[in-house]
């Protein structure tokens, strides 16, 4: 499926070179290998054969659902749903389970949510449900959650989930099927045109250039030279890393308008996966039933398939993780932790809570739950040891990049000399869903159509030549505000070994 770049010394030329397999690469790939004139001119260039294990998009599952505060969104997310119900390559990763989602006392973004649906056009089938009710339907598999801080909670049976590598990877086969390049590299520079220089280069003016294109080519570890007529860069959470050297270079500040820094920061969440016992189970019949919980703010919890009986929690409190970077003056940037399922036990102990509140009964019968928690847990009963074992086969840190209101960030390079460089990236935790539809949009923006201006004024660079941007007025509310990071990564390490579960908020 993918090429290795190991001929060191070699240079490719590629009309497009889509740097990143995650969802906005692959369906990039994807809409390209269905209009270009000559898709072996574009590349896809990766670290990792796709699905790539790093990605915020290769996941046991994720998502979809049109349930959204923004109307916006809404109305992107029927779109893509109508894809994944439909499309051949797509449809049979699609589980429309239905989703439940609790929200807290006090929040009104249920109610903003069912609004959006009476006023969508579509079919509103979502229907308030009492907490009584949750706790004995569905085979009573949220008989022991508790609900204490929460006051409402609907049902949507609209809402599903799809296995989430499996798709990714299907969509890009498909794209090299048609002529599309897949490479495996990894980059270590942006290589830059020593015809403008770095004195005049920090400026908010999107004027054209009177030079060429700045960046001339990207090399990778094996010191193969990449060259290019366009670079879009699809590098998620490693897109501000990336960047920030090449902004150094060119002294553009990191409070500048022109630095991506700006525009999008890189979090983090934690999950949790739990393998059932195989068929026939009644523990896996049992969680089988269940439709997706949203646990409020908290995070969200994501039913098992016969097939992987994998029951995926996520803990949806995001953090940074703000390190040095040794090319740009030290300057400090949150980047991806270099091992992701390194994952502190404090932070591990503050998940098992929240999943505790969740589904009590999964952890009584969980054979892990006390290697994960720095808390010691008394010795089971001859009894518990009988019950059936959910175990616990994944920590897991997934990062992404979020942007301030949680829009997307497509669109061209808004500088004058970087004109060849494109950025499609910003998925701030919900975008999974948009993968069968996002691509065709990038590629307006690579072909310089545009999307139309409430799209454009949404997924474009924010605050040059005094532009806001769709969400950036005062008291616009984030089309995912929960996710927003409140916390480093190295506060869940203060505190260990003191026996106490910390928690840094």
Known sequence: MASSDSADGQTHHSSILILGAGIFGTSTAYHLAQTH???SSITVLDRAPCPSPRAASSDIN??????????????????AMAAWSTWPILKDFYHRTGWVMLDEKGSDLAERIRKNFRES?????SEDISFDEMKTRWGGVFSGIDTEDYDKAYVNPSAGWCDASQAVEAMMKDAIS???????????????????????ADTTTTDKPSSPPLIQSLKTTTNKTHTFDKLLLCTGSWTPWLLTPLEHSLSITPTSPLSINTQLTTAGVCTTAFRLPA?????LSHYTQMPILIYGAKGE?????????????TNAHTFTNPVPHPNAGSQLISVPSPDQHAVPPNLKAQSLQLIRQRAPDLLSSSSSSSSASPEEEEEPSDDEKEKEKAEIVEWRLCWDAITPHQHQLITQHPHPSLSNLYLATGGSFHSWKFLPVIGKYVVNVLGGKGNGGEKDEAWGWKG???KGGKGEGEGERGAHEKVLPKTKLEDWVEGEGTGDVYLPY
């Open 62 to 79: 994720k998502i979809v659902r049109a349930d959204y505060s923004s109307p916006f969104y809404m109305a992107l997310a029927y779109e």
């Open 464 to 466: 040059v030549d005094g």
């Open 279 to 283: 068929s026939p189970s009644p523990l």
């Open 178 to 200: 048609k002529g599309i390049r897949y490479e495996v590299g990894e980059v270590t520079e942006l290589v830059l045109s020593s015809s403008t220089s770095a004195s005049t």
């Open 37 to 39: 004139p000559d898709p």
């Open 301 to 313: 919890a994501m039913p098992p398939s016969e097939s992987n009986r994998l029951l995926k929690f």
């Open 121 to 125: 056009g579509h079919k509103d089938e």
